[in-house]
């Protein structure tokens, strides 16, 4: 990654994505990801500079649990982490639990990679080697991976 200039405070762009999701049956949801976590301080601030989300939302205390919402202006998803007041909650992930974001320019691909490492997250090989062809695999801290997949992706319209 030597060279690459990287803006942390950046937001990784994403094809355009609606507000809500819409199944074929006409349901409107949006997609939350929770995850407990060791440090939530650290966790938020390793998501916000690698993946350059923002806080979308926090609670402190609630039923025993704090936590904080991270997602893209307009998205239709968040990742919420949690940490429990009362009992340790050991994060538990193997290795192919993945949150897998497809970035489909190049030089923002390069750039995003770089915030990853800047960030505090570490480069793994990926255990599905599908990943490896053209994506890079990141840890955090509590050993969840991130891919960062050079490419775009769309759903297939259904026939």
Not at 43 to 71: I, K, P, Q, W
Not at 90 to 101: I, Y
Not at 125 to 146: C, H, K, M
Request: charged letters at 25%.
């Amino acid at each position: 990654m030597r060279g690459v200039r990287t803006n942390p405070h950046a937001t990784l762009r994403l094809p355009s994505v609606p507000a809500t999701l819409r199944s074929d049956d006409g349901m409107h949801c949006h997609l939350r990801i929770a995850r407990p976590v060791s440090d939530l301080e650290r966790a938020r601030t390793m998501y916000c500079r690698g993946l350059g989300l923002r806080v979308v939302g926090s609670f402190e205390n609630h039923a025993g649990f704090d936590g904080v919402m991270l997602g893209m202006p307009g998205g239709a998803f968040h990742l919420e982490f949690t940490r429990c007041r009362t009992h340790a909650v050991a994060p538990a992930p193997t290795v192919e639990d993945l949150l897998v974001f497809y970035v489909p320019s190049a030089a923002e691909w390069e750039s995003r990679c770089a915030a990853m490492q800047a960030a505090g997250f570490e480069a793994v090989a990926s255990f599905n080697p599908y990943w490896e062809a053209d994506g890079r695999t990141f840890r955090d801290r509590d050993g969840y991976r991130v891919v960062l997949q050079r490419g775009d992706w769309r759903n297939a319209e259904a026939a």
